[in-house]
């Protein structure tokens, strides 16, 4: 029994030579030149055998003949047809990255974007996955500002694709949640929103920025378009408050949370705008309960809550004012404490047609 710990280290270590062994064949790097064309090199694993082998390795140097003579329309077909026929080769995913190359190059984003995303949904261990996160976030930025693909053969500009923008910085998200890409997607689809006038949903992405990358450089500018944004919805002191009490906590954390922050002069203009906004609907309110329906008790409610929604404003002052009014009346029409009988309120006159 004393011996198994070591042949089990023996049997780990012949295991670890062996994988680490045929992982280097399998690590096969796929090499161009134009003496030699493609060729296998670091590995001996390329996924074909015989005669389906040569043909793929025939494919692949014609697809990049016709690349390098400039005859991209056909490189692309070949790709393609390459990656369709030899799913498992090492030929498939370069088929994809360099198809998606071509296709970028002929402004051709959507489909340079899917062939993107295979490569990095079937070949996920592929060395060039940051290079590809990049390549599709720079995709994505194109279409969100506005850059047209082109249509009837590459003769007329297309149109503005900043929904598919979206979609793309979405996929992003998926593929690289911890890369640098990630918070900066989510601002792109916030701002993507945003012009396209879904305000609900760029709150959205902008709530997941603060919430997932709380850390980003990125932050302080999430909490303050969170801000503007909520701010954007307000209609006026007439109407519900909800989202100018969202933008006035957006804007304190703002603050609070990023005090040197350059923006804190915009925060603060931000701010005072949507206390006086609260305060005085608050005012709307209590004037209506006052002046009438006579509901004392109502109209003090409301005018101590305009006070504290913003103790140091000119609005403040007036609801002040205004309590001292609704006192004076109130007392008018108060229950004596000597017995006597209250004043009555006077009685509307009344008049008579015959």
């Given at each position: 029994m004393?011996?198994?710990?070591?042949?089990?280290?023996?049997?780990c270590?012949?295991?670890?030579?062996?994988?680490t062994?045929?992982?280097?064949?399998?690590?096969a790097?796929?090499?161009?030149t134009?003496?030699t064309?493609?060729?296998?090199?670091g590995?001996?694993?390329?996924?074909?055998?015989g005669a389906e082998?040569?043909?793929a390795?025939?494919?692949?140097?014609k697809?990049?003949t016709?690349e390098?003579?400039?005859?991209?329309?056909?490189?692309?077909s070949?790709?393609?047809?390459?990656?369709?026929?030899?799913?498992?080769?090492?030929?498939?995913?370069?088929?994809?990255?360099r198809?998606?190359r071509?296709?970028?190059?002929?402004k051709?984003?959507?489909?340079?974007f899917?062939?993107?995303?295979?490569?990095?949904s079937?070949?996920?261990?592929?060395?060039?996955?940051?290079?590809?996160?990049?390549?599709?976030y720079?995709?994505?930025s194109?279409?969100l500002?506005?850059?047209?693909?082109r249509?009837?053969?590459?003769l007329?500009?297309?149109?503005?694709?900043?929904?598919?923008?979206i979609e793309?910085?979405?996929?992003?998200l998926?593929n690289?949640?911890?890369?640098?890409?990630?918070?900066?997607?989510l601002?792109?689809?916030?701002?993507?929103?945003?012009?396209?006038?879904?305000t609900?949903?760029?709150?959205?992405?902008l709530d997941r920025?603060i919430n997932n990358?709380s850390?980003?450089?990125?932050?302080?500018?999430?909490?303050l378009?969170?801000a503007?944004?909520?701010?954007?919805?307000?209609?006026?002191?007439?109407?519900?408050?909800?989202?100018t009490?969202e933008?006035?906590?957006?804007?304190?954390?703002?603050?609070?949370?990023?005090?040197?922050?350059?923006?804190?002069?915009?925060?603060e203009?931000?701010l005072?705008h949507?206390?006086?906004?609260l305060?005085?609907?608050?005012?709307k309110?209590?004037d209506?309960?006052?002046?009438?329906?006579?509901?004392f008790?109502?109209?003090?409610?409301f005018?101590?809550?305009?006070?504290?929604?913003?103790?140091?404003s000119a609005?403040?002052t007036?609801?002040?004012?205004?309590?001292?009014?609704?006192e004076?009346?109130?007392?008018?029409?108060a229950?004596?404490?000597?017995g006597?009988?209250?004043?009555?309120?006077?009685?509307?006159k009344r008049?008579?047609?015959?």
């Amino acid at each position: 029994m004393r011996f198994l710990p070591v042949r089990a280290a023996a049997l780990c270590s012949i295991f670890l030579a062996l994988f680490t062994f045929l992982t280097g064949i399998a690590r096969a790097d796929l090499v161009w030149t134009k003496e030699t064309g493609w060729r296998v090199e670091g590995g001996a694993l390329s996924g074909l055998a015989g005669a389906e082998g040569r043909n793929a390795l025939e494919q692949m140097n014609k697809a990049r003949t016709d690349e390098e003579s400039g005859s991209s329309r056909s490189a692309i077909s070949t790709y393609a047809s390459i990656a369709k026929r030899y799913p498992n080769s090492i030929y498939a995913p370069e088929a994809l990255y360099r198809s998606a190359r071509l296709r970028l190059s002929r402004k051709d984003f959507t489909k340079a974007f899917d062939d993107y995303q295979q490569v990095l949904s079937r070949y996920p261990n592929t060395p060039r996955f940051n290079e590809i996160v990049g390549e599709q976030y720079r995709i994505a930025s194109a279409l969100l500002d506005g850059a047209r693909g082109r249509m009837l053969w590459g003769l007329l500009p297309g149109f503005t694709q900043r929904d598919k923008a979206i979609e793309f910085f979405e996929t992003i998200l998926v593929n690289a949640p911890y890369s640098d890409y990630a918070p900066l997607s989510l601002m792109n689809i916030a701002r993507g929103h945003q012009r396209l006038g879904n305000t609900e949903n760029a709150i959205d992405a902008l709530d997941r920025m603060i919430n997932n990358y709380s850390s980003s450089l990125l932050a302080p500018d999430a909490y303050l378009k969170l801000a503007q944004t909520h701010s954007s919805l307000v209609d006026g002191p007439f109407y519900d408050q909800g989202a100018t009490k969202e933008s006035i906590t957006y804007f304190t954390d703002f603050m609070l949370l990023f005090p040197s922050d350059p923006n804190v002069a915009a925060a603060e203009k931000g701010l005072d705008h949507m206390k006086t906004m609260l305060a005085e609907s608050k005012m709307k309110i209590a004037d209506f309960y006052f002046y009438k329906r006579s509901n004392f008790k109502a109209a003090r409610v409301f005018y101590n809550e305009a006070i504290t929604a913003y103790p140091e404003s000119a609005i403040a002052t007036r609801a002040k004012a205004r309590l001292a009014e609704v006192e004076a009346k109130a007392a008018k029409f108060a229950p004596p404490t000597d017995g006597a009988q209250p004043q009555e309120q006077p009685k509307k006159k009344r008049f008579f047609f015959f």
